[in-house]
């Protein structure tokens, strides 16, 4: 796991700024800074599938998700992207 050397960003703070419910647990091990700005992070940045509007409680044929893999310094982007194909397959 990598850390991060620059600014600390209190978990409280962080908290706040995003909106984190009470109760909720933050994933991941270290500081919230060596988890956001040291390491690889995903980000569902859209999903495709029914609509609420018509919907029905059945297993759907399909759905789709944008994401979005953000790859810090030091980091090969060709590993981060093929475990993380590993993953969501």
């Known amino acids: 796991d990598s850390t991060w050397e ?3 960003y209190d978990e ?3 908290r706040r700024d995003a909106r984190v419910l009470d109760g909720v647990e ?3 091990s270290g500081s919230v800074a ?3 700005w040291a390491r ?3 980000t569902v940045l859209g999903i495709d599938c029914p609509p609420v509007v018509g919907a029905t ?3 759907q ?3 789709r998700a944008l994401v979005s893999l953000r ?3 030091g980091v090969d982007a060709a590993e981060a992207t093929k475990l993380l194909r590993a993953h969501l397959e």
């Open 26 to 28: 933050l994933i991941g």
């Open 71 to 73: 790859v810090p310094p």
């Open 34 to 36: 060596d988890r956001i």
């Open 6 to 8: 620059g600014l600390a």
């Open 12 to 14: 409280e703070q962080f």
């Open 40 to 42: 690889p992070a995903v």
């Open 57 to 59: 409680p059945s297993v």
């Open 61 to 63: 044929a399909g759905a």
